[in-house]
């Protein structure tokens, strides 16, 4: 273990190595995981968003994680693993039901907490007594954690309040200078961060909505709770997915979330759009239809299914940041399955909300 003051002196050097999605080169996973076993921290395509990964039993290299990204301490991180057997060694009292869903849905994007044992240091679960396991399908990902030897812990690999990563360039953009190396391994396929479920309680509850849909989960196991902050409400049981409390996305330009028939949303659109522009304002419009006619200063169609949808939303957010607007006029799409995960990343980013 090491015990390095990083960050207190000027910028570290931060290596960028262009990497095969397909069939990762093997000489440059060697390298990335030597630096972990070191105690450093390294940036890794996963299939959801990039990952900021450190050995999850370290807890100095975990510090750097929460030191580079400026994520509050009490925002736990999600354990990477690649072999299933190792959530034996980091959780405890596993109920029954662990197996069905690790069978149906791993590798892949699903995060379940467990309770934690004792060796998993407090810093990794942000204080708690619980822990966030997944097992990805990347094979970027499952190669680094398999030659590293430990498990990763690997929040998203953005600077804390921006949005995730789905581009070695956003990474970079962020925290260049502050991380040993970033692997880039291309655009990642889903777009938006991993489901996130509860088995610590009697019936499972989605604490965070994904690509693994709810309704997925539903089928398997005939009942799963949903945390009342995804339904829109206020709730008491915020300490059990801390995460929650923090906006995703914050950008100087103001979120306006619209929702109702397309008809609709269009003519709330132009009319906010012609408000916006009296004031001088610069408008940006995330567009869910290929052929718009508005006229703002930037609009991005984001795709029309909600997986194109999921898989260039944090794209446009930060090509929004950089046009430097002023307002953000979103469409809302209906919440089944993924649309669920989509309009939860809209909802947390959005300063306002309209129903029409
Ligand atoms: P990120 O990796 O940046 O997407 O953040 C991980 C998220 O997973 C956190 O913000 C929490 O919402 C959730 N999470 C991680 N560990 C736990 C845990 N022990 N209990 C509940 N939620 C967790
Ligand atoms: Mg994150």
Do not use: C
Request: aromatic share 4%; charged share 25%.
């Amino acid at each position: 273990m090491q015990s390095n003051s990083l960050l207190k002196s000027s910028k570290m050097q931060t290596q960028i190595l262009k990497i095969n999605q397909a069939k990762p080169q093997i000489s440059i996973i060697k390298q990335a995981a030597r630096l972990i076993r070191k105690g450093e921290i390294v940036a890794f395509p996963t299939e959801t968003v990039y990952g900021l990964g450190a050995d999850a039993l370290n807890p100095f290299a975990v510090k750097k994680i929460f030191e580079s990204k400026g994520r509050p301490a009490d925002n736990p991180l999600i354990i990477h693993i690649h072999d299933k057997e190792d959530l034996k060694r980091l959780a405890r009292d596993i109920p029954e039901i662990t197996e069905k869903i690790i069978e149906k849905f791993w590798p892949g994007p699903l995060t379940i907490v467990l309770k934690k044992s004792k060796i998993v240091p407090k810093i990794t679960t942000g204080g708690l007594d619980t822990v966030a396991i997944r097992m990805p399908k990347n094979k970027i990902a499952n190669l680094l954690i398999k030659e590293s030897g430990v498990p990763l812990a690997a929040p998203s690999a953005n600077f804390f309040g921006r949005p995730s990563p789905t581009l070695a360039k956003h990474v970079s953009e962020d925290l260049s200078g502050r991380i040993s190396m970033i692997l880039d391994g291309g655009k990642t396929k889903i777009g938006i961060e991993s489901t996130v479920i509860d088995l610590t309680r009697k019936t499972p509850m989605l604490l965070r909505p994904g690509s693994i849909t709810l309704e997925q989960i539903q089928k398997l196991l005939g009942t799963i709770k949903v945390h009342p902050m995804i339904k829109g409400k206020k709730s008491k049981m915020i300490h059990r997915s801390p995460g929650m409390k923090y906006k995703h996305y914050s950008p100087n330009a103001k979120v306006i979330l619209i929702e109702g028939s397309t008809q609709n949303v269009d003519k709330k659109i132009l009319q906010l759009v012609n408000k916006f522009k009296k004031q001088k304002k610069r408008v940006g419009i995330m567009s869910t239809q290929k052929n718009h006619t508005y006229k703002a200063d930037m609009t991005r169609f984001v795709g029309s299914s909600p997986d194109k949808i999921a898989a260039n939303l944090f794209k446009v957010f930060r090509e929004f940041d950089e046009g430097k607007m002023d307002v953000i006029l979103a469409h809302g799409i209906s919440k089944k399955g993924l649309g669920l995960g989509v309009m939860n990343r809209l909802d947390k980013a959005a300063h306002k909300k309209i129903k029409v």
